[in-house]
């Protein structure tokens, strides 16, 4: 039984029917999407069980989640009491895989390192393909990559509850702090799973970490996997930076002023990126010509449009406080800045003390979280708030906040499941917001 049929679901369906394996499917939610996903899984001979699951439950071998199902869901929790196995969609994929496989976790800058990576590899002419929670699911591409692709595969905490025998080649851990704290419920739970990534690594593979990160150095204790470190800060066996310079194993790559993303977090993604690349044997002229054209990927830190003076960004996929400071601090002018969304269990007060510090002159609060952050703006003495509940009210409040020259940051610290159904389309809505602004 597969639970769940948004991508991952329905790919892990179809992978499981082209096996030979008779296969139901439950999905607790409804929309039109979903439904139309449910007609075409039957047509292709799926089960759509209804209400009917848990009686369909007793039936089955093997239930798969799907990456926004908890392992504490109760059909879950009673798949396991029942002695049924349970894995997660990545799992799924992983067992039919038959090539290397790369992964990337980490709390910030994993879809826009697997896509540098990914860049790199284009311009090496690897094969590959980008995969897992970058929106193309493993279970998806089974056939391309074991036809001789490279799986370069971006991987989440929620992917990672529900991964047994998965063994990156190479597994990359960018950073951690606080996130999904809604579902994991303690931030020591969530490094737990991030650290799963490593768990069946063997002295044949990689662990790519991050020295600069005190939790993620702390990994490499008790690893069987070969360590290599990126770092801003340390000259380490792996790759750093020196001056103006990025170096591999002592050897120079390339220029920071050769890379086309500004702000410290960039570096930071390319660092991570040069060491993956440079362990799957790239050469050092690939790796600058891909990052010297890299466009970034959308939602992050994506410049919009400059209406009446004021520069417009794009930050929505910004869902936690780690990833809108390296927002904040990656803008050069006066900023106003939007937040709020669904909460995921975080707390806000670092981040107004360091919106006091820096250069946001003006913060709009919208969506679910507004009276939270509210709250935390008044305990950290930042004292530059509009609340508002209506997210177009929002755009048109930091415009009116905001003078020429500056910019206007949308990055919300929060999910986006309050108001809009994934970041994307709280993206493609701001900007459509700002695109008709005059």
């Not at 739970?189 to 970490?209: G, P």
Request: negative net charge; contains cysteine; proline residues 3%.
């Amino acid at each position: 039984m597969v639970f769940g049929v948004s991508k991952s679901g329905v790919a892990a369906v179809k992978l499981l029917l082209k096996a030979g394996a008779s296969c139901c499917f439950y999905e607790q939610l409804s929309s039109p999407k979903i439904e139309k996903s449910k007609e075409e899984l039957v047509a292709l001979g799926a089960v759509d069980v209804g209400e009917k699951a848990e009686e369909a439950l007793d039936r089955v071998d093997i239930l798969v989640l799907s990456p926004g199902v908890a392992i504490n869901h109760p059909l879950a929790v009673r798949a396991k009491k029942t002695g049924k196995r349970i894995l997660g969609e990545l799992e799924l994929g992983y067992l039919f895989l038959k090539t290397p496989l790369v992964a990337v976790t980490g709390t910030n800058g994993k879809t826009t390192t697997i896509t540098m990576i990914g860049s790199v590899l284009d311009h090496a002419k690897v094969p590959h393909e980008l995969v897992g929670n970058i929106g193309n699911p493993l279970s998806g591409k089974i056939d391309e990559l074991n036809a001789g692709s490279l799986a370069v595969t971006e991987v989440s905490s929620f992917q990672l509850e529900t991964v047994h025998a998965f063994t990156p080649h190479i597994a990359c851990i960018l950073n951690l702090s606080p996130d999904h704290l809604e579902r994991h419920y303690s931030y020591e739970n969530y490094i737990y799973l991030k650290k799963r990534i490593l768990k069946n690594m063997r002295e044949s593979e990689y662990a790519v970490l991050n020295y600069d990160d005190e939790t993620v150095r702390g990994f490499a204790d008790d690893q069987r996997a070969k360590i290599v470190w990126f770092s801003l800060q340390e000259r380490v066996y792996g790759a750093y930076k020196n001056g103006e310079e990025i170096f591999f194993n002592y050897q120079p790559v390339l220029r920071l002023d050769e890379l086309s993303l500004g702000g410290e977090h960039n570096v930071q993604n390319a660092l991570a990126c040069v060491a993956v690349c440079k362990l799957l044997g790239v050469e050092n002229e690939a790796i600058r010509a891909a990052l010297t054209d890299f466009k970034g990927v959308r939602h992050r830190i994506e410049f919009v449009k400059t209406v009446d003076g004021v520069n417009f960004y794009n930050d929505s996929k910004g869902t936690n406080t780690g990833s809108t400071i390296s927002a904040v601090l990656s803008m050069k002018r006066p900023t106003v800045l939007i937040l709020g969304g669904k909460d995921k269990g975080e707390e806000y007060d670092e981040l107004f003390r360091i919106l006091k510090e820096n250069a946001v002159t003006h913060a709009v609060l919208v969506g679910e979280s507004r009276y939270k952050m509210m709250d935390a703006a008044a305990r950290s003495g930042f004292e530059r708030i509009t609340v508002t509940g209506d997210f177009e009210g929002a755009i048109r409040i930091a415009k009116m906040f905001c003078e020429p020259g500056g910019n206007v940051l949308f990055s919300p610290a929060c999910a986006s499941f309050d108001m809009f159904e994934n970041y994307e389309e709280r993206g493609e809505k701001f900007c459509k917001i700002v695109g008709e602004l005059t």
